[in-house]
């Protein structure tokens, strides 16, 4: 199961959003450091047509997508030289497949910002440069070992080279996801764990006194920032939204629509941390059982049924296959999705869409 891997400087509430996200209820210190192995948690990934094929179905088993998170502890500055958990850190941080980065907005005099004061920009550059320091020892380790070669074979000299363009992309100051590589490339250089190659998503975390934009410190150059990186930004009120999580859902709903708050930062985040992995869902439906199964973007019907059992893979005949939203327009009635030629037969080939509803045809 691919994870996201939530870092961020000590005290930026990252076991808050952790907790928001997992309903983990892991321990929230007001101090820094100590904590080596990290949280982690698998959850339900929020899906409405799911629920809407199981109000229609009434099946036994409603099972949703699922991915994990994991709580890392926080990324001190000068962490590639080794201070606070250091390169132990690091390694937990190469083996997340995604980064969700929080970053402190808020003001607490009881919790003082490790640097001094709230500055988010300097906050994602401390961190943003660790992760590509430490990509850069990486490299030149690497380059080390393979200058003692007397003779280097044409493999080697081909990673030399895709090394070394890496090491002058990262000496620039700017991350590997922002360096255009060929496919070939980008599957060599996936080998190393790169830290700046992971998709990133940042998170501000923020309080209830910041509910509007001009309340958020640098928030303007936050967005610019981000834009020009290629990421994502969402807004967490992170010591709220876990308080708020003991609420019934009526009361929760009241005490949004007080704050003005739309949608809960909870299931916009599992929703982009999922999309930023490139995964989709394809429903599988019955009486029995109504489900989401998760498969990477660009996948075929015989990867999706492979997905479902290895027997329908090794046994694929076609693949029939409606998309929710042509099934919820005919008011969830295969019939008439079927009668207006809605309800394909696809091959193995075929790439599955994200909200297809798919029955596999197969024979062992």
Known sequence: MLNCGIIGLPL?????????VTSAGAEVKSYAGGRMEPNRAVVDVPDSRLEELAQVYKPKKVVPAQIEFVDLAGLSKDASKGAGLGNA????????????????????????HPEGDINPVRDFDIVETELIFRDLL????????????????KEEN????????????????????????TAEELKKAK???????????????????????????????????????GLSLIKMYGRMEMEMADLSLEDQKEFME???????GRERLIREAYKMLGLISFFTIGDDEVRAWTIPQGSTALDAAGTVHTDMARGFIRAQVVHFDDFKEHRFSMAAVREKGLLR????????????????????
Not at 143 to 152: E, S
Not at 197 to 218: A, C
Not at 258 to 264: H, N, P, S
């Open 89 to 112: 850190f690091l390694s937990f941080v190469a083996e997340s497949d995604a980064l969700i980065h929080v970053i402190r907005c808020f003001d607490n005099p009881e919790v003082p």
């Open 138 to 153: 990486v490299i030149e380790n690497r380059l080390d070992r393979l200058a003692k070669k007397k003779v280097l074979q």
């Open 258 to 264: 007080e704050l003005g708050i739309k949608e809960v």
């Open 345 to 364: 037969l696809e091959g193995k080939d075929y790439v599955v869409k994200d909200g297809d509803i798919i029955e596999i045809r197969f024979n062992v």
């Open 158 to 181: 081909e990673e030399k080279k895709l090394l070394e363009k890496c090491h002058s992309h990262l000496f620039s100051e700017r991350p590997l996801r922002e360096l255009e590589l």
């Open 12 to 20: 930026s509430g990252k076991t808050t959003i952790f907790n928001v």
């Open 191 to 229: 080998g190393f764990s790169f830290l700046t190659l992971k998709p990133e998503l940042i998170v501000l975390n923020l309080d209830e006194t910041q509910m509007t934009d001009e309340r958020i410190p640098g928030y303007k150059e936050m967005v610019k920032l981000v834009s020009d990186r």
